[in-house]
């Protein structure tokens, strides 16, 4: 038999862990799946946005998988905590692949990043996604202009929550507090801003479109802005472009050309401005500063020397998420990544046996769900080739047992499923869905734990 343990239950983690089951070549395999959380599913669950229904059903396959007969979810094991490194978990499995992600925001490095009112958008996702780590209340309290720095997915996201009104949430699994705060919400004008042109955003097509699609925003841009995107006005220049860009640059040049409707509230959509700074009154953000940028013909841009402030009392910044170091693991600072070859990971540049990376932390920060699964099988094809020699080294009979003595208090697929229980009940007397519980005691309550972690 091969003891497997995937650290993190994120889609890289449960699809790593359906590529071990799913094999001939290894017959007898069993596969923990390990997390920090009590909850499966990683970003599915913490990221994905609560509108984006059709995203998160795909929870229903990773439960498929998890629920598999040689495979078991072990949520609330944090690695690193209770002596449970990378060493020890080698003394526990024969082999460890590790799906933890990319757990931390990037910087921007300019003044006033961190005023108060300054937030990086993974705090607010991790809010409103109902993230037991995540903190405060106040995120749109007072504003009436937000910034969002960026014009990735992750920006989409938050600038379309920010323009919705409660109850165009309501519906969702939203957190009750979250909801309370966003209907208080009196943000009216959300300002999209990236350092780039339209035609070398890194959103997607389909995500952008829905920003012209809600049901009380209107998407506004500047022409002025779109003119300086080489693309914009030669043809042959954007028949050049890979297609998600040409589409993209479809979509906002449709947006350029429509009249004001009027709406309740406003996504202005501005290119070519870089953060210098963030600008404070009375403590707390009050403006962004941009400088102005022009292409600079390879692709990336060049400043002008001429600045333009918009007022936000909120800014969010969405430049991308980072891998976080794992104690005991390799990391390469620069990408903020695991280094590995095909998902093996790298100690001094040599095959570390036993230990492999997948997901974000093994890629960085890119790509859609679906990204994962070649990703996941890269990495399970060059275990199941190490198996043989694996399976030789010695782990012990219940590694389960073995967390439980080293101080863990695991929550298993009973308790995950008590959880999604208590979420129902919560929602019925709420009055609507399913809505998921914010907060440890709950979470570790409902999962049959009392209140202690
Ligand atoms: P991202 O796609 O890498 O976008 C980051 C944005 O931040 C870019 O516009 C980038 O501009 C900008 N940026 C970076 N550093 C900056 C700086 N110093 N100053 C100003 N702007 C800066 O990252 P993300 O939005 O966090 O998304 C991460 C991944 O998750 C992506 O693969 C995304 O597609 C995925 N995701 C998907 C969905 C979905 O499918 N619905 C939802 C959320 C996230 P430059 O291009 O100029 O560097």
């Known amino acids: 038999m091969l003891r497997v343990a995937v650290v993190g239950s994120g889609p890289s983690g449960v699809y790593a862990a359906q590529d071990l089951v799913q094999q001939s070549q290894v017959p007898d395999v069993r596969v923990h799946v390990l997390d920090r959380l009590p909850c499966p599913y990683g970003l599915v669950r913490y990221g994905v946005a609560p509108d984006h229904e059709k995203i998160k059903s795909l929870q229903n396959n990773l439960r498929t998988v998890l629920e598999h007969e040689r495979i078991d979810f072990i949520g609330n094991v944090e690695v690193g905590t209770h002596g449970l490194g990378p ?77 919705r009104g409660a109850d165009e949430l309501r ?64 043809p042959s220049a954007a028949a050049a472009l890979p297609a998600v860009n040409r589409r993209n640059l479809d979509v906002v040049r449709g947006w350029a050309a429509q009249p004001a409707r009027g709406q309740e509230r406003r996504i202005h959509l501005r290119f070519f401005l870089r953060p210098v700074e963030l600008l404070e009154d009375a403590g707390r953000v009050a403006a962004v500063r941009f400088e102005r940028t022009v292409p600079d013909g390879e692709g990336g841009v060049r400043g002008t020397g001429a600045y333009e402030e918009i007022a936000a009392q909120l800014v969010l910044r969405a430049v991308g998420y980072r891998g976080v170091p794992l104690a005991g693991l390799p ?41 994962n699964r070649p990703c996941a099988k890269e990495t399970v094809a060059s275990l199941l080739d190490d198996a043989a020699v694996l399976a030789l080294r010695p782990v012990a009979a219940d590694p389960l047992a073995a967390l439980r003595e080293s101080g863990h208090r695991p929550v298993q697929w009973p308790g995950w499923l008590a959880i999604e229980a208590a979420e129902s009940a919560l929602g019925v007397t709420l009055g609507r869905g399913s809505v998921k519980i914010d907060d440890w005691p709950g979470l570790l309550t409902a999962a049959g734990h009392g209140t202690a972690g």
Request: overall charge negative; charged content about 20%.
């Open 87 to 163: 060493e020890r978990l080698l003394d526990l499995y024969h082999a460890v692949v590790y799906c933890v992600g990319a757990a931390r925001d990037r910087r921007l490095g300019i003044p006033g990043e961190d005023l108060p009112g300054s937030h990086s958008a993974t705090d607010f996702v991790s809010w409103y996604s109902a993230h037991p780590d995540a903190s405060g209340n106040g995120f749109a309290l007072g504003a009436s202009s937000a910034v969002v720095i960026g014009v990735g997915n992750v920006a989409v996201d938050v600038a379309r929550i920010l323009a």
């Open 171 to 234: 519906p969702t699994d939203v957190p009750q507090a979250a909801l309370g705060a966003l209907g208080l919400s009196r943000v009216r004008e959300v300002h999209m801003v990236g350092r780039r042109g339209p035609s070398q955003a890194k959103f997607t097509t389909k995500e952008l479109r829905e920003l012209g699609a809600l049901p009380s925003a209107e998407v506004v841009v500047e022409p002025a802005d779109l003119a300086l995107d080489p693309a914009y006005e030669d």
């Open 331 to 371: 990391f390469d600072e620069r990408h903020g990544t695991v280094p590995h070859l095909g998902g093996r990971v790298l100690r001094d540049g040599v095959p570390s046996p036993g230990e492999y990376v997948a997901g974000w932390i093994k890629r960085g920060p890119t790509g859609v769900i679906g990204t």
